[in-house]
Nanobody
Framework: QVRLVESGGGLVQPGGSLRLSCAAS????????MRWYRQAPGKERDFVAY????????YYVDSVKGRFTISRDNAKNTVYLQMNNLKPEDTAVYFC????????WGQGTQVTVSS
């Protein structure tokens, strides 16, 4: 089955860290540029970061630059999002997807930043 499953979210205090995982199955992850997105309550889903198929190139939106790091392990068919110095405005459901030929959206993983 071709799918992506996000995990690793949770409740964290401001300034804390989380590492999200995106496990791919049913296709060759190394063939795809991958992206992380997030959807805050009552808002549209927004792009957060991307990583090239080899992992050699990354890009971040300004709001997370310097705090988030996207990475991948193609041998493990997994993409990661390391999130440091989390802020309340990072609260959202986080999703991953292929940049080209995106798959149906999964359930995502909830990240809540609150004291």
């Amino acid at each position: 089955q071709v799918r992506l499953v996000e995990s690793g979210g949770g409740l964290v205090q401001p300034g804390g860290s989380l590492r999200l995982s995106c496990a791919a199955s049913g296709f060759t992850l190394s063939n795809y540029v991958m992206r992380w997105y997030r959807q805050a309550p009552g808002k549209e889903r927004d792009f957060v970061a991307y990583i090239s198929s080899s992992g050699g190139s990354t890009y971040y939106v300004d709001s997370v630059k310097g705090r988030f790091t996207i990475s991948r392990d193609n041998a493990k068919n997994t993409v990661y999002l390391q999130m440091n110095n989390l802020k309340p405005e990072d609260t959202a459901v986080y999703f991953c997807n292929r940049a080209v030929a995106p798959l149906p959206w999964g359930q995502g993983t909830q990240v809540t930043v609150s004291s």
